[in-house]
């Protein structure tokens, strides 16, 4: 059970008029409001004593509005802090040049946004490298297929004497190649918004393809 569930089953019972602690419907919502807490380890939260506290312990007693009010309240607390945590989860797993750019926007809900200022991080940083070491300005899917061309590697992923080299040096110049044409710019393509997960799954990618720029630049032996 999710907590949108339990806030949903407590609004039901919230609207129910003066339920007593005895009723099937309360020790279901309240079973599940429990079994939810100690599940998640949320039992030594503020939020949790606040609901503890206004839940019904006596079969004589009937709930209050105001008792209903503070346990919905921190029900929605509950929610923002699971949230908090699920968010920084994630963040672990962010590129620090990408968090660093985007953790503003993505907080404030601006998800095609971040996605699309990541792509262009990676587009920038590389752009700057083949200005660097080659004096040629490209972008897009152009400069990933020059910068990391098979033929004539300007940044290096493995010893490309070999056929395996070759391969990845291949593998991620699409790779990279393909994020610039399809993902690079999110709103261009799917009518200017996106979801939440939508845009955790493309910065996790992004971060993926940043880290493989930091293990070319290493490999390859130059300074940006």
Same mark, same amino acid.
């Not at 509005?65 to 503070?70: K, M, V």
């Given at each position: 059970?999710?907590?949108? $569930?339990?806030?949903?089953?407590? +609004?039901? @019972? ?15 919502? *309240? ?9 998640? *380890?949320?039992? *030594?939260? $503020?939020?949790?004593q606040c609901i503890s506290d206004n839940l019904l312990y006596k079969s004589s007693q009937f709930m209050t509005t105001s008792e209903a009010d503070i346990i919905m309240q921190n029900l929605e607390l509950l929610k ?7 968010? $920084? ?5 962010? *590129? ?12 404030? !809900? ?15 940083? +590389?752009?700057?490298? !083949? ?18 061309? $098979? ?14 080299? @070759? ?40 971060? @993926? ?16």
């Amino acid at each position: 059970m999710t907590i949108d $569930e339990l806030k949903e089953e407590f +609004l039901k @019972l919230y609207e129910t008029p003066r339920f007593r602690f005895n009723t099937p419907i309360y020790k279901q919502v *309240h079973d599940d409001i429990t079994n939810f807490i100690y599940e998640n *380890h949320l039992e *030594h939260t $503020e939020e949790w004593q606040c609901i503890s506290d206004n839940l019904l312990y006596k079969s004589s007693q009937f709930m209050t509005t105001s008792e209903a009010d503070i346990i919905m309240q921190n029900l929605e607390l509950l929610k923002r802090k699971i949230l908090s945590r699920q968010n $920084e989860l994630f963040w672990t797993y962010v *590129h620090p040049e990408i968090k660093n750019l985007v953790f503003s926007k993505f907080n404030s !809900c601006q998800y095609a946004d971040s996605v699309e200022a990541a792509f262009k991080e990676i587009n920038s940083r +590389l752009k700057k490298i !083949c200005r660097k070491l080659t004096g040629q300005e490209r972008d897009g899917s152009s400069l990933m297929n020059f910068i990391f061309s $098979e033929n004539n590697q300007i940044l290096k992923f493995e010893d490309t004497s070999t056929e395996s080299g @070759l391969n990845v040096q291949k593998g991620y110049m699409l790779i990279f190649s393909g994020a610039m044409t399809g993902i690079r710019n999110p709103k261009a393509h799917e009518n200017q918004t996106i979801s939440k997960n939508a845009a955790i799954k493309r910065l996790i990618f992004a971060s @993926l393809l940043m880290d493989k720029i930091d293990e070319a630049v290493k490999f390859t032996g130059i300074t940006e």
